[in-house]
């Protein structure tokens, strides 16, 4: 999920592209999305954005002198908060995303466009909207005012839940996620599952001297220490790295993760621990959890990250099977079956059972012998005396006690119960 470094490095990428460009015409929603529409119609204008921890704001400025009547006069300010996959493009109208379910197009001949792409739709976009009221200063642009507003409410039952939930909270850790979280605590070298307000309020003293202005100076080398070992420092610090290391470029859909995960030193990496929080949420961390840990807390499976995975090499530069187009995929598939099934006839030939007409050579055998078993003994009614069998001359009676008239009746009976006709 994205989170306030990539928000805001979205919002810088829109600045970029967008900078001295012409937008027109109404503001497009696709038919899938269940957004609202943009109500917004100009022949001219342009648009610009902000960020603040997740959430990022478009406005769009008609130009002045190019607007008639009819069309929107005043800025709007469009509010998008990007859900699980959410981002924005900058293409050709040839090249439109599939997913790009909100578009602003330019007076370019060739036109271009700018568009919200999400792949799975949890994002949201709200026109005339505002930064939402129950979030917090943003951890990267407001950085004072986000340690004000978090050690100015260090009393508050939200602190007395462990440290690495609390960080997910966007009332007073706006912009901070699941990775964050994780690197955050492991720079720290803090559990996760200890009371939030425990790791805290030994900046609260601080924070109450630097308001009453009895801030008292730090010895020589104190400072750059104290700094490092600032908790809420690191929830600054952290995010700017990833700001850093990709204010260069900003294209989601053909981004190259290697330095990312490079940098990554204990989210989802091999080696650590990992749990569920009480939200469900997998929180990753090395040594003990803490003495907060959930009773039924279980650790999730899941795949961790190896680095030497992401090591760009020649062989690696090389696309994987996998990966390849489906086409390719099928006709190997089919390789591989034709394969089985020419090792398969020729095993079965070997072993003499193999198939004509469905069945195999045993199986027809086996077939043969017992039609042949049933017809002999439909020829042979019941009653019929055997070789060896001889009657008794003085009362015409078989040995069994049955006369021999008897004995042919009951073959005529049988007879016709088989479908035959005896004479």
Sequence with gaps: MPEGPELHMASLFVNRMCAGVVFSGDVEKSEVSKNPNVPFRCDAYRITARSRGKEVCLTLTPIKGQIKAAQTAEPMDVVFRFGMSGHFSFTSVTDLP?????????????????????????GRWHPSGSWQPDRGPCVILEYESFRGNVLSHLSDKAFDRPICEMLLNQKFFNGIGNYLRAEILYRAKIPPFVKARSVLESLETKYKEEVTGKEKTDHAGEGSRSERSDFLRLCHTVPMEVVEMDRKGYEPQNADYSGFVTWLQCYNVEGMNSLRDRNGRTVWFKGAPGPMTPKDAKTPKTKRIKKTDYTMTEEK?????????RGKQVGVAKKLQQSKTSNNIQSEERTGTSKQNGRTKAQRKTRASVLKSNQDRAKRPKGLLRVGEGTNKTSGTTRKGRSAGAAESQCKSDGIRRGRVTT
């Design 317 to 325: 530069k090389e696309k994987p099977v996998r990966l390849q187009r």
């Design 98 to 122: 599939k997913h790009a379910h909100l578009r602003f197009y330019t007076t370019d001949c060739p036109p271009r466009v700018l568009s919200f792409v999400d792949t799975r739709r949890f």
